[in-house]
């Protein structure tokens, strides 16, 4: 069963039963940066520590650094967003996953926030 968590920093991670997790950005994340123009993703097998800069998310407007929210080794990025960084603006929590990875420590997991959390986090902010 995959279980959909979140960051203060406006990241998800969804983990399966296989020890693996997708990372990206929240549609309130994207919306805060606007139009994305390019998105740099770390190599295929590099390791991460939880709040390492892993990725640079660039918009018309800022750019950014995208933060481990859980260590482990990158599996897998989603090379589409090479040249077509818009798709996380279209579908920031599906088809704009960033990385795919396997997580070194499941309890890091913990420290993230259930929707219903993030989102009472949100309607705080208003």
Do not use: C
């Not at 950005?25 to 800069?53: C, M, N, R, W, Y």
């Not at 481990?68 to 088809?95: H, K, T």
């Not at 960033?98 to 420590?105: A, M, Y």
């Amino acid at each position: 069963m995959s279980t959909l968590k979140f960051t203060e920093d406006h990241e998800w991670v969804l983990t399966a039963d296989d020890g693996t997790a997708l990372i990206g950005i929240t549609d309130f994340a994207q919306e805060q940066l606007g139009e994305l123009v390019f998105i740099e993703l770390p190599e295929v097998g590099s390791e991460f520590e939880k709040e390492d800069a892993i990725a640079v998310i660039e918009s018309v407007k800022s750019a950014s650094d995208l933060l481990m929210p859980v260590s482990g080794e990158i599996l897998e990025v989603n090379d589409e967003l090479d040249s077509d960084p818009g798709r996380v603006n279209e579908d920031a929590m599906g088809a704009g996953w960033f990385i795919k990875v396997k997580l070194s420590d499941v309890s890091e997991l913990d420290e993230l926030m259930d929707e219903a959390k993030y989102m009472e986090g949100l309607d705080d902010s208003e």
